[in-house]
């Protein structure tokens, strides 16, 4: 039976074979997809096992010498530099991932892009910071990704072991220091967003095989093939377009393998050969998507029975009821009950809103038919065109199959929409200062170890770089209350693009890098005036120092440097208000750019499963269609009809799915941050629209076979 | 009286195949006229061209003294929807719409207010016998219900001509003729021409007149009815 079946699907004609490129190229998107995510995961673990070697864990025991270790980190025009010193204590010491020796006091290794950055710019901008021996580059054993900006610095054990963080380490680490669970939590949720569309898109097409063979099938039933064996004809057939597009599917994933890594999905982007598959994931592909499909097949046919007089629906599917509003509705109220009530610790806070996310995205899937239906219902009781009650009375008879094609569109746009309103509110709110802001210009070192003070010949040689404009001082508050600041600066001292003293104070009470957190530095500031006399704030140590520049790299570097220079014993090196914040902004940008190819994916597919679903409607409707037609119903009639039952649901569909999506990311961004939700910005409604309009361009595809389908010869009954 | 619609001299082929090889008939106002002949003789081509659905390769339609076969296909669409009605052997009605709003649909497709299309539709099921059944889907109907409420649908829109192709063809003979019985009483009320295709001598009775076509010609009439 099985070799009769393939025989069927591979020599069946131009139509068989056409049906069986369409389920392959769908299962071939769909295993490129699952693959790039399975190579994805081990990226991500790769990287993560790279980056735990540059922070290892103290650790003691075994014959090795203890290594001095210290990770800081430094920044360069915005981007973070990894700095490692390192100092041996004996022969046996470890030797840190990427390169072959421990460097001596002195001497240090650069990775590949930070010797690029190295080259390009002027020594007093970057290269002075690390002084000594350049010895070579960091492999790539160390580097987290081909971008990483890393240096590892040789110093004497008694220069490291004072650092801030230094620890010894017997053995360099290789355990990932962040939870696999979240990172893979995310993926799997990038997964489920993708895979979604696809797995519906193999399903309609393979139900609209089942229709499209009715003819077959019948005559098979006829002379006396079982219900049993059309299914495992139907199966075969499923299977053999499986295994053909799982084929291409690999081909396609190490085609764009380079390209795909080269996305900055992590923030950073992927050696090409992290993105690998195990044995394992290949099996689980190789088989089990074939498996899968011939599953889909089976449950595709479920809902239709073959009977010798052709294909039947089995029941007319009952109306869906309004209970199915009620896990969306469960999973909103989650969110809104989140507003009053935040778990102080994070898994708390997991624990409340990932239920709530589930249980909106199951709940939007599961409501999806009742609004349809309600919504077909409406459109037809106030239809005054017959295009709009045809397409209407249709999606009102069986809502679940006109919402079934724009499912996967429903989820993947709603995740996106959460993922988007998320990070453009955080990026707004958390991303660099605008250039030109005094912000902008802002250096600040924070002393690890408090000096008593600071060297006149500092402030000359600050002042002496062209582009800066102040430097300052300030000195720890002693006098440390609930709402004071925990600096205090004398009020001549105060540059005024920073703010001002209150009349007659003489020393006022300031944050250590002049601004408030998350506040702009503002001329007309007025900062409390501090309990502390001139002759006291001159005994108090100094805690940071202040750089106001005109912004440009070329300042803001060289006062790095020379802050560098100065004290080379900082933690996180001088830093612009934006340096962490960009750094963390590119991460969020990176998964919006991931967001945007889950749009436009999943929309180009919603489209596909959208264009299979109509050609099913008008194979079923082909007679009617083409009797109203020669009664003189134009065509365009016709084609609203179709259009009406597809185009509507979609756009109905993208536009609560993009307001429940962005709904709960203000719900988010309120319990759990304090931010109101920024609208997103014009290229995410630009790609929605491009997306559509892609998915609007494949349903259009389908007219002209409306036209074939409905001519004159249909209506021949002899 | 004078032909309200005329073939004359038609010539169709379906590719290299010949169906209609120099068919003329005319048909007066108010006439019924039956169509027959056996399989492949070109009786539902030469309906069709009469129809303005297929364009002949040669020769002439005239509809009330007009050509339709040099019309455009949107004024050739205009006509059939405006001027014309059809009932064809099944599958007729769109599955989704209720009974009721299949009758209607050739006056909403002719641009009338819903209302008043559902209106005049009504109407026609306690003619048609067919009360009560509004609101049902076409799959909830018999044979001859679903006939019933497509010759309703033909006639709804008072069309001068009522195109029928072998309007009993599915239906079991009692219920053929209890159909054929409601056409033709309200075809004469209408004052409505139909042009009947069948290829039953019982059906083709009920006609005023038969025509016969063989290897694609129309036959001299064989029998005016009294």
């Known amino acids: 039976m099985i070799a009769f079946a393939f025989r069927l699907a591979v020599a069946g004609g131009r139509e068989a074979l056409t049906r069986l490129v369409v389920i392959a190229a769908a299962v071939a998107v769909g295993t490129g997809l699952l693959l790039t995510t399975l190579a994805g995961v081990n990226a991500v673990n790769a990287q993560l096992t790279r980056y735990a070697s540059v922070y290892p864990s103290a650790s003691t025991g075994g014959d090795a010498d203890p290594l001095w270790w210290s990770t800081r980190d430094d920044y360069f025009h915005g981007r973070q530099i990894t700095r490692i010193d390192v100092a041996a204590t004996g022969p046996n010491a470890p030797t840190p991932n990427g390169i072959p020796a421990t460097p001596a006091a002195g001497e240090y290794y650069a990775s590949p892009s930070l010797r690029t950055l190295l080259a390009a710019h002027p020594a007093d901008q970057l290269r002075d910071r690390y002084p000594g021996r350049d010895l070579g580059v960091v492999g790539p054993a160390a580097l987290t990704s081909p971008d990483t900006l890393l240096v590892i610095v040789g110093g004497t054990p008694d220069e490291v072991g004072k650092l801030p963080n230094a620890k010894q380490v017997t053995s360099v680490g290789d355990k990932p220091a962040l939870p696999e669970t979240t990172v893979n939590l995310i993926l799997g949720v990038v997964a489920g967003g993708l895979l979604f569309p696809v797995l519906i898109f193999i399903g309609t097409a393979t139900r609209l095989s089942a229709a499209r063979r009715e003819q077959r099938f019948a005559a098979m039933r006829l002379v006396g093939a079982t219900p049993k064996q059309i299914s495992v004809v139907a199966a075969v057939e499923a299977t053999a377009a499986a295994v053909a597009g799982t084929a291409v599917g690999f081909l396609l994933f190490y085609a764009f393998r380079g390209p795909l890594a080269g996305i900055p999905f992590t923030g950073m982007p992927f050696f090409p050969s992290d993105m690998s598959l195990g044995v394992l994931d290949v099996l689980l592909v190789a088989l089990g998507v074939p498996a899968g499909a011939a599953v889909a097949a089976q449950v595709s046919l479920r809902r239709v029975r073959i009977s010798p007089l052709g294909v039947t629906r089995r029941v007319t599917p009952r109306a869906p009821r309004a209970y199915r509003l009620i896990p969306a509705v469960l999973g909103v109220a989650v969110l809104f009950f989140a507003l009053g009530f935040r778990p102080e610790t994070s898994d708390g806070q997991t624990a409340v809103f990932l239920p709530g996310l589930l249980l909106i995205m199951a709940g939007l899937v599961f409501a999806g038919p009742w609004l349809t239906m309600v919504g077909a219902r409406v459109m037809a009781r106030y239809a005054s065109r017959p295009a709009t009650l045809i397409a209407a009375r249709r999606l009102a008879d069986n809502p679940k199959a006109g919402f079934r094609a724009i499912s996967g569109i429903m989820l993947a746009l709603f995740v996106t929409s959460v993922a988007v309103g998320v990070i453009t509110t955080i990026v707004a709110n958390r991303g660099p200062a605008p250039v030109g802001s005094t912000d902008a210009g802002t250096v600040t070192t924070v002393f690890d170890e408090k000096a008593s003070s600071v060297p006149d010949t500092l402030f000359a040689e600050l002042h002496a770089i062209s582009g800066v404009r102040s430097a300052t001082a300030i000195r720890e508050n002693p006098v440390l209350t609930g709402s004071s600041e925990v600096g205090v600066i004398a009020c001549t001292d105060l540059p005024g693009a920073y703010g001002r003293c209150a009349e007659g104070a003489t020393v006022a009470e300031v944050p250590l890098g002049l601004s408030l957190w998350q506040e702009s530095a503002s001329s007309t500031k007025f900062w409390h005036t501090a309990s502390v006399t001139l002759d006291e704030l001159q005994r108090l140590p100094v805690v940071s120092i202040v750089v106001g520049t005109d912004g440009s790299a070329t300042a803001i570097e060289r006062t790095r440097t020379v802050l560098e220079i100065a004290y080379p014993t900082f933690w996180v090196g001088p830093n612009v208000p934006g340096d962490f914040e960009s750094d963390f902004a590119n991460t969020l940008r990176g998964w919006e750019q991931l967001a945007n190819v889950i749009i436009i994916a999943s929309l180009a597919l919603g489209g596909c499963s959208l264009a299979v679903s109509v050609i099913g409607g008008l194979t079923e409707r082909r007679r009617p269609f083409s009797l109203l037609r020669l009664s003189g119903a134009p065509v365009r009639v016709l084609r609203r009809v179709v259009a009406l039952e597809s185009a509507v649901p979609m756009l109905a569909v993208a536009a609560i799915a993009i307001g429940m999506g962005l709904l709960a990311a203000h719900l988010f961004l309120r319990a759990q941050m304090d931010y109101t939700l920024v609208a997103p910005e014009p290229r995410f409604y630009v790609i929605i629209v491009v997306g559509l309009a892609t998915c609007l361009g494949v349903i259009a595809a389908t007219m002209p076979l409306l036209e074939r389908v409905t001519g004159p010869e249909t209506a021949r009954s002899e | ?226």
Not at chain 2, 70 to 77: H, N, V
Not at chain 2, 120 to 147: K, T, V
Not at chain 2, 205 to 223: K, L, S, T
């Open chain 2, 1 to 226: 009286m004078s032909a309200v619609i005329e073939a004359r001299e038609v010539e169709f082929s379906f590719g290299r195949t010949p169906a209609l090889r120099g068919a003329s008939v005319a048909v007066e106002a108010g006439e019924i006229l039956a169509i027959m002949g056996p399989s492949g003789s070109g009786k539902s081509t030469l309906l069709h061209c009469l129809a303005g659905i297929l364009v002949p390769d040669a020769g002439e339609i005239l509809f009330a003294g007009a050509r339709i076969d040099t019309m455009a296909e949107t004024e050739r669409s205009s006509l059939r929807r405006d001027r014309f009605g059809f009932v064809f052997q099944f599958g007729q009605l769109v599955p989704e719409l209720t009974a009721v709003e299949n009758v209607a649909l050739p006056l909403l497709l002719s641009g009338v207010r819903r209302a008043q299309a559902l209106r005049r539709a009504r109407a026609w099921f306690e003619r048609l016998g067919l009360d009560g059944l509004q609101q049902r889907r076409s799959g909830e109907l018999s044979g001859g219900q679903a006939q019933r409420v497509a010759l309703a649908r033909g006639l709804v829109a008072e069309p001068q001509v009522l195109f029928a192709d072998e309007p009993t063809g599915a239906l079991d003979s009692l219920t053929g003729e209890q159909v054929m019985d409601l056409l033709v009483d309200a075809a004469r009320e209408q004052g409505t021409t139909v042009i009947l295709v069948t290829h039953e001598p019982r059906i083709a009775a009920y006609a005023d007149r038969e025509v016969m076509v063989r290897d694609g010609r129309v036959n001299a009439p064989d029998r005016i009815a009294s």
